[in-house]
Nanobody, 121 residues
């Protein structure tokens, strides 16, 4: 069984920074894509950023230039550095692992439980 555990959320003032981490555990051989999604109250879940095992990245237009995604393949961990945070970044941030290969399954997707980020003065 694969588990994703996020950390690093919290309350921050506008213009501030936070760093989210997500560690995947289990009998994992490889993870093709790791990413972050977010869901604000009353809105649909949306992609924030994702990164492939080869280091290719993709960002939502709303976070380009402010957020940076990175990963440590050896640790099956993905990070999201969030700078210049705005109130509209307030949401629950979910970690996603896609194309996961384990000892028993191939190509599965997994989600973390989410971590709350609140940007407010």
């Amino acid at each position: 069984q694969v588990q994703l555990v996020e950390s690093g959320g919290g309350l921050v003032q506008p213009g501030g920074s936070l760093r989210l981490s997500c560690a995947a555990s289990g009998s994992i051989f490889s993870i093709y894509v790791m990413g972050w999604y977010r869901q604000a109250p009353g809105k649909q879940r949306e992609l924030v950023a994702h990164i492939t095992s080869g280091g290719n990245t993709n960002y939502a237009d709303s976070v380009k230039g402010r957020f940076t995604i990175s990963r440590d393949n050896a640790k099956n961990t993905v990070y999201l550095q969030m700078n210049s945070l705005k109130p509209e970044d307030t949401a629950v941030y979910y970690c996603n692992a896609a194309g996961v290969i384990t000892t028993t399954r191939v190509g599965m997707d997994y989600w973390g439980k989410g971590t709350l980020v609140t940007v407010s003065s």
